[in-house]
């Protein structure tokens, strides 16, 4: 269940953003990083008014706006901060739906549950209300029954190599979790599965995903061991904050990234979709996705929404869009850097371990089952 918030591609216009002087506070706590954080913006505004009004020269790092000139910049030893952006379209090939794609999408087939609208079962005043729909959802999408894919394993190779600084998801299915993608390497901004809260402010008892999946595979609604009110994962819902983590890493982040790989995600929802503007002006911008997108115009790209992408205007220096499948992408990066062999080894060596765990978990549920059906057996042929 991929992307909650890429549920929200609409769904984080709806979403309470902190409010400025509760940032502005932020800020003022953490003085180094307020004083990083201020340099950035500030280069930020210049940038900008540089590319609007078409003053002054802009730094050029990618000796070309391909594919393989990413990967020329990536070998040349200069890239030591890449930061990851990511959306729905990394989980699909898993078997995880999108939200929006016509048929396909998750909005397209959610009739079944009678909502009163598509976005209804991800509202969190509908949820308290009827929490049956979304249960009902979670049961049929829950994280543990998918594989990560090819673009989460090389996600993974990044971390390994000592080239990620932070992934930034709007996915809630936990794939970059299992792909060996977690703790400080991982942002989701949309929230998660692993951990879930009673809705009740006086108490917000913590839950494990192990307890939430056992009642989930119950058909039990479940409620607070403590006071009995109704426990949500610790996804966000339209009408809730996104993860405070989110808007205190992203300060520290983005001054520092010197590649900015984005995949799978619309960058139409907000605030995540404005993260691509953080970076320093110098730094490349990767977009591997089925389709162009995070250009905006000027307007917007003054007011800081959208990403401001320019793929192929005569101005363009540092943005490359390269469309194909998220797998596609990353398996033809990864050619060009001499790592395909290790990522696809590194593919099916972590799925025969999911396989196997997978075998060992049923295994150890049979003999209980068959040495009740070899007994029923016996007692049938004695009648």
């Not at 790209?301 to 992408?309: A, E, H, N, R, T």
């Amino acid at each position: 269940m991929s992307d909650v918030p890429e549920s929200s591609d609409k769904k984080e216009e709806e979403i309470n953003t902190p409010d400025p002087e509760e940032e502005e506070s932020d800020d003022s706590s953490d003085e180094g990083e307020g004083g990083a954080t201020g340099e950035a913006e500030m280069d930020f505004l210049r940038n900008l008014f540089t590319q609007t009004l078409g003053l002054g020269s802009t730094e050029k790092v990618l000796n070309e706006l391909t594919l393989e000139g990413v990967a020329r910049y990536i070998q040349s030893g200069k890239c030591k901060n890449i930061i990851c952006m990511v959306g729905a379209g990394i989980s699909t090939s898993a078997g995880i739906p999108d939200f929006r794609s016509p048929g396909t999408g998750l909005y397209a087939n959610l009739q079944k549950y009678n909502l009163p609208y598509p976005e209804a079962i991800f509202q969190v005043d509908y949820f308290k209300k009827h929490p049956e729909p979304f249960f009902a959802l979670a049961r049929e999408l829950y994280p543990g029954q998918f594989k990560p894919t090819v673009c989460h394993y090389f996600i993974r190779m990044l971390k390994d190599k000592g080239l990620l600084r932070r992934c930034y998801s709007q996915n809630i299915d936990t794939l970059e979790r299992v792909a060996g993608v977690h703790g400080d390497d991982l942002i989701e901004a949309h929230g998660t599965f692993y951990t879930s809260h009673c809705v009740r402010f006086l108490c917000r008892q913590e839950y494990s995903m192990d307890w939430m999946k056992e009642k989930i595979f119950s058909d039990e609604i479940p409620k607070c061991d403590k006071c009995s009110s109704l426990v949500k994962p610790d996804i966000v819902f339209f009408g809730e904050n996104l993860p405070a983590r989110f808007f205190t890493s992203m300060k520290m982040d983005f001054p520092r990234c010197d590649l900015l790989i984005i995949m799978g995600t619309s960058l139409q929802v907000q605030p995540f979709a404005s993260l691509v503007s953080r970076v320093p002006k110098s730094t490349p911008r990767l977009l591997i996705n089925m389709e162009k997108t995070g250009q905006s115009d000027a307007l917007m790209g003054m007011l800081g929404f959208g990403g401001g992408m320019d793929f192929d205007s005569a101005k363009a220096y540092r943005d490359v869009a390269y469309l194909s499948t998220c797998d596609e992408g990353c398996l033809a990066l990864a050619d060009l850097l001499g790592w395909k062999a290790e990522l696809e080894e590194l593919v099916k060596r972590e799925h025969d371990l999911i396989d196997s765990k997978d075998k060992k978990d049923k295994d150890k549920a049979k003999p209980a089952n068959q040495s009740a059906g070899t007994e029923a057996g016996t007692s049938d042929k004695a009648e």
